[in-house]
């Protein structure tokens, strides 16, 4: 069965190659409007999912749609749709022999990937995939399997009426066994990209016989230089905890510079009323106390650096310079999205410059990394690898390419 389902992905993919772009944007937008109008099915089958949650889980809020957030994955369709083909030609030579070679971008084919509870996920990656001509082959958890297969069930019944193979968009079954059948395709699944947790990703790297672009978990910081304007600190630390928690994108840890310490009940305030627990280290800890509610300030031990919490709480790291800053970054960062707020133009530029991470934000909060944010329309995921891709994974880091090579009878001697 599952064996099967990958014969017939890999020969929709050839379908897909003949498919105009004209002719894949009229199907996204007509899978956008489905999806709209299957709002009330899409919400049932997600509220079966979310029975099966503790709605204290830090993922129930990602498991969870509403209509709006349907809309919103439709609305990302829609975008994806208008956005220019990634199926270009790169470059172009001729040499003296007459030879004209150019280099075109492809899509890589079958693309399997393996997520968690985002059920937006499924309709992200399908739009992504069918726009670069690249079939998908869906591994979703178990957690989200009724929201997703609603979803998928929409998308094959507009493939159906436009006479494209459903197999462009193959759900597996939510079961431990299909993700070891996906990891060991090799020769019919062409890439595999896993989007969840550090253990995810790693069980996928290390068992995986097809190659793997990572997207890694987000271990965030924001570091608040002494020269840093203290209202603005103070809102985009707000906004990058507690916009969304349980994204990857989510503030981890604040790190402050020991000349605003006594600023810091100040900067951190507006976090009391979304309830943040707030792991301070020892010296922000004696300037909070009394000064941020004492039930949800605790005293830093050295697991709560590094953390990625997806949830109401955070750590509080004080520095004396920003070499140390970027030395707590180089240590306990996860590579995805770093922060600074300085008005220093020196520091603005060493970090930069010296932060190894996919996305730097300067005076801006790490809650911008997300691909339609980035105009890309949609992403696949955070990569934080440095092969191939990194940051948001859209259309142009779904293509691969070739060389195509045009002569008129040249022989080479």
């Keep these: 069965m599952i064996d099967q389902q990958f014969y017939d992905a890999r020969r929709a993919s050839r379908q897909l190659l003949r498919l105009s772009d004209e002719k894949i944007n009229k199907i996204l937008q007509a899978t956008a409007d489905a999806l709209v109008a299957a709002t009330d099915d899409i919400l049932a089958a997600n509220a079966e999912d979310l029975a099966r949650m503790d709605p204290e889980n830090p993922k129930y809020d990602r498991l969870k749609l509403t209509p709006d957030r349907v809309k919103a994955i439709a609305g990302d369709m829609r975008n994806v749709a208008t956005l220019p083909s990634p199926r270009v030609e790169i470059d172009r030579r001729e040499r003296p022999n007459g030879l004209v070679i150019s280099r075109v971008a492809v899509p890589f084919g079958v693309i399997g990937v393996i997520y968690e509870a985002r059920p937006n996920v499924t309709a992200d990656v399908f739009s992504l995939c069918f726009k670069s001509g690249n079939v998908c082959v869906l591994k979703g958890g178990s957690d989200a399997d009724d929201s997703s297969k609603a979803i998928v069930k929409v998308i094959h ?3 159906r009426d436009n006479n494209i193979e459903p197999a462009v968009v193959t759900l597996l079954p939510a079961t431990r066994e299909a993700t070891d059948r996906l990891l060991t395709a090799r020769g019919l699944v062409d890439l595999i990209i896993p ?8 069980s996928v790297r290390e068992k995986s016989c097809v190659p793997v672009i990572e997207t890694g978990a987000g271990v965030c910081h924001c570091y608040v230089d002494s020269s840093a304007d203290v209202e603005m600190a103070r809102n985009i630390i707000n906004n990058a905890k507690t916009r969304r928690v349980s994204v990857c994108n989510a503030l981890d840890c604040a790190i402050i510079h020991s000349s605003l310490i006594e600023s810091l009940p100040e ?11 707030v792991h301070a280290d020892e010296r922000s800890y004696r300037v909070l106390q009394g000064k941020y509610p004492a039930e949800l300030l605790t005293q ?5 650096f590094g953390t990625e919490y997806l949830s109401y709480a955070m750590a509080i790291k004080t520095v004396d310079s920003v070499d140390e800053a970027l030395q707590h970054i180089s240590f306990y960062g996860s590579g995805h999205s770093e922060s600074v707020v300085a008005s220093d133009e020196e520091v603005k530029q060493r970090f930069s410059t010296e932060v190894d991470a996919a996305c730097v934000y300067t005076n801006a909060p790490t809650s911008w990394t997300d691909g339609a944010q980035f105009g890309l329309g949609a992403e ?6 440095k092969m191939h891709a990194r940051g948001p994974m859209a259309l142009a880091e779904l293509m691969t390419y070739k060389w195509l090579i045009s002569g008129n009878g040249q022989i080479r001697n």
């Design 380 to 385: 696949i995921g955070i990569s934080t690898q």
């Design 300 to 304: 830093a031990v050295a697991e709560d």
């Design 195 to 202: 989007r969840g947790s550090s253990q995810l990703i790693n």
């Design 157 to 159: 019944s507009v493939l």
């Design 267 to 277: 900067i951190i305030a507006p976090l009391s009323a979304s309830q943040v627990v």
